[in-house]
């Protein structure tokens, strides 16, 4: 029902966005969010936004350099902007709904394939 995707591989200092593509159902009342996991490590969270779009909120590790937004008119369903990516941001991204409006860090009930990000030179 959700699909991430725009991954690929990017050397430290540059950018990607993802999306997150809804099929089957819409997500548009739903709040949404983005998490990645690590090679070896436990999945993270990374951004949140409530279904308005107007309240988000991102760890600290991409404070300033991520940006979470949707568009509830369109298809894609969430997007995340990623900026001076560091190499310690390679991870599979995932996006999430929540069954419920408000933003927020956990409770996400909905997940989708998730999309590989490489930071390297």
């Known amino acids: 029902q959700l699909q991430a995707s725009g991954g690929g591989l990017v050397q430290p200092g540059g950018s990607l966005s993802l999306s997150c593509v809804a099929s089957?159902?819409?997500?548009?009342?739903?709040?949404m969010g983005w998490f990645r996991q690590a090679a070896g490590k436990e999945r993270e969270f990374v951004a949140t936004?409530?279904?308005?779009?107007?309240?988000?909120?991102c760890a600290d590790s991409v404070k300033g350099r991520f940006t979470v937004s949707r568009d509830n008119a369109a298809n894609t369903t969430a997007s995340l902007r990623m900026n001076n990516l560091r190499p310690e941001d390679t991870a599979i991204y995932y996006c999430?709904?929540?069954?419920?409006?408000?933003?927020?860090?956990?409770?996400?009930?909905?997940w989708g394939q998730g999309t590989l990000v490489t930071v390297s030179s």
């Open positions: 999430a709904a929540r069954n419920e409006k408000y933003a927020g860090t956990n409770r996400y009930a909905h």
């Open positions: 089957g159902r819409t997500f548009s009342d739903y709040a």
């Open positions: 936004i409530d279904w308005s779009g107007q309240s988000v909120y």
